[in-house]
């Protein structure tokens, strides 16, 4: 079993749609979660830590659940910038010195 | 954000020759440093995590002799495969850290093409 697991998609939605991805951790010792975006042949960048009480900004919000160890991200009213790949990252060590990436699920808003 | 530079961009390289991929960070000291590499449509898997002026650990499966990592200054690692081969071809990318915080940024990522 992978230790991060995501639906690779492809997610094709029309713009203004909401889309939820979801995350599955093996880890059960796994203390911080996080989601990167990444584009097309581009280094992923952070979008947002997920917390236990989950967090939102703006469109995006992310949620914890520690006891199925899956994490979400909903995106609402989704814009054509949105299309990216999102990684699921989670890390054991408070220092998140051992990141473990899921492959990304694909998103694609269309017009 | 933090700023992460990566070089080079892409390369590509005969097989059997050795390419040397540098990590800098710009406007802060990183004291910890991470190599992975990507292949097309799978995930990031870390290959190794360096620490400024101590030796690289590196993940089960990764030949320390094969990519070599060095971080002898705080704004500047490199990690040089040796002896390429075509399965060696994949996108390399380092992340950068400070002391003290959590999140790590990422540089650009280098295309590595060995022919």
């Known amino acids: 079993r992978k230790e991060v697991e995501q639906d690779p998609g492809p997610f094709n939605v029309p713009e203004g749609a909401t889309v939820a991805f979801n995350c599955t951790y093996s880890?059960?010792?796994?203390?911080?979660f996080f989601w990167y975006r990444q584009d097309c042949r581009k280094e992923p960048k952070l979008l947002m830590s997920?917390?236990?009480s989950g967090n939102e900004d703006g469109r995006f919000t992310a949620q914890l659940n520690r006891a199925s160890q899956y994490i979400s991200l909903l995106i609402r009213d989704s814009k054509l910038s949105d299309s990216a790949t999102y990684l699921c990252?989670?890390?054991?060590?408070?220092?998140?010195?051992?990141?473990?990436f899921g492959a990304g699920t694909r998103l694609t808003v269309k017009p | 954000g933090a700023v992460v530079s990566q070089h080079p961009s892409w390369v590509i390289c005969k097989s059997g020759t050795s390419v040397k991929i540098e990590c800098r960070s710009l406007?802060?000291?990183?004291?910890?440093m991470f190599w992975y590499r990507q292949f097309p449509k799978q995930s990031l898997m870390l290959m190794a995590t360096?620490?400024?002026?101590?030796?690289?650990?590196?993940e089960q499966g990764v030949e320390k002799d094969k990519f070599l990592i060095n971080h002898a200054s705080l704004t500047l690692s490199t990690l040089t495969v040796t002896s390429a081969h075509p399965e060696d071809s994949s996108f390399y990318i380092c992340?950068?850290?400070?002391?003290?915080?959590?999140?790590?940024?990422f540089g650009q990522g280098t295309r590595l093409t060995v022919v």
């Open positions: 992340s950068a850290r400070e002391a003290g915080a959590t999140e790590a940024f």
């Open positions: 880890n059960s010792a796994s203390q911080s």
């Open positions: 360096s620490n400024e002026g101590s030796k690289a650990t590196y």
């Open positions: 406007d802060f000291q990183a004291t910890t």
């Open positions: 997920v917390y236990s």
């Open positions: 990252v989670v890390s054991a060590k408070y220092n998140n010195n051992d990141m473990r």
